[in-house]
């Protein structure tokens, strides 16, 4: 059987010099990744993604100092071990919460890359699904806080290129979101558009909120508030028309449990960068099934984020929508394996290789060093 050989984790930053994307968790200052290296003992790779969690270098050393040397040696295959080893030891007690899933995370990905590579086939295939085409909506760090009539310009470009949904981000303020939202609105009358908060509003908020969504037809409301504060998702899921997103914020089944049971969200948008992987994903997608909810993941920061999601939803019951980052700048999305996953008329679908089918180009990883310290800076 092949055994882990080698896991090697590194931290590359790309810095915005000029134009910020502005958004509810403050400007975007720089680009962050996390890639996780898995080597066998034959010389098969895998490659993984763990999000930054806006500390880039410090998960870079979690992933590869504490979780990677608990497997070395371990059944390159047996995936669900190792995530219930790593869980026991790293997770549950004594680790470091959120941050050793999100660890967890990006070496979960590099094993099912690994995995495809060495039984030569597609993650898709192995997750018991087929190739697709999935719709697919703009997303990713775009569409931020601007005069309506720039983010106009920017959303007809993006419907030029084939979407029929996007998601702008508002939790700037009530008023100036729904001037934002109303306009996109009324220039596009039969675009989907979903409505990102990023965590920023209170439930203070919520007559102003819900009185743009409902009538501007929104797609979806995300993440309105803090992900500890169910009670206030499961009263606005009551009160509302408007599907509830959220997610993104939210670590292991455990965590989604009590999201479906208190009746929070009707989209779910787990991260197989964050919430534990393809492995964990999946059990949540499905779980997420029993209530009738749809899956909507979210895509991270790199081209490894990107397949992981669609190789899952093309093996998902329940599979909603792709979110395709459309940042204007994003080397480890467009560069670091060649431009081979692309939404084109408006859906994307899998590569028929094994594994996600990326090769990943490290010269492109060696050019951008990281930067220390935290990505988003508030109040700019």
Request: glycine share 10%; with cysteine; aromatic share 6%.
């Amino acid at each position: 059987m092949p055994r882990i050989a080698e896991l090697h984790a590194s931290a590359h930053s790309r810095p915005f010099p000029g134009e910020k994307v502005r958004l509810g968790l403050g400007a975007n200052t720089k680009r962050d990744c996390v890639v996780v290296r898995i080597t066998s003992d034959d010389g098969t790779v895998g490659w993984g993604e763990a999000h930054h969690g806006q500390n880039p270098t410090a998960m870079a050393e979690i992933v590869e100092k504490g979780l990677g040397s608990l497997i070395l040696g371990a059944d390159a295959l047996d995936s669900e071990g190792i995530w219930a080893r790593l869980s026991r030891q790293q997770v549950v007690t004594h680790g470091l919460g959120a941050g050793s899933v999100i660890a967890l995370s990006g070496i979960d990905l590099a094993l099912w890359d690994l995995r495809g590579k060495l039984m030569g086939q597609p993650v898709y295939r192995l997750l018991g699904g087929a190739p697709r085409r999935i719709r697919a909506y703009a997303g990713g760090l775009s569409l931020g806080f601007k005069p309506p009539e720039a983010l106009e310009k920017e959303v007809h470009a993006l419907v030029a290129d084939g979407y029929t949904a996007i998601k702008l981000r508002v939790g700037d303020h009530p008023r100036r979101d729904a001037e934002r939202v109303g306009h996109i609105r009324r220039a596009f009358p039969d675009l989907d558009i979903a409505v990102d908060a990023a965590t920023r509003y209170t439930p203070l908020d919520l007559p102003e909120v819900l009185a743009y969504c409902e009538r501007h037809r929104v797609y979806w409301l995300e993440e309105p508030f803090t992900p500890d504060n169910l009670r206030a998702y499961a009263d606005l899921a009551r009160r509302t028309p408007v599907p509830i997103a959220g997610g993104e914020n939210h670590y292991t089944r455990q965590a989604f449990r009590d999201l479906f049971t208190q009746g929070c969200v009707s989209i779910v948008q787990a991260d197989c960068t964050k919430a534990g992987g393809i492995s964990e994903v999946r059990k949540i997608m499905d779980m997420a099934g029993a209530w009738h909810l749809h899956a909507a993941p979210h895509t991270s920061h790199t081209v490894i984020s990107t397949a992981a999601n669609v190789h899952l939803l093309c093996a998902l019951s329940n599979a909603l929508i792709f979110e395709a980052d459309v940042a204007t700048i994003n080397p480890f999305r467009t560069d670091l394996a060649g431009d081979v996953y692309r939404v084109v008329d408006g859906h994307i679908a899998p590569l028929d290789r094994p594994g996600f089918g990326i090769d990943i180009d490290p010269a492109v990883l060696d050019a951008h060093p990281a930067i220390p310290g935290p990505c988003y800076i508030p109040g700019n």
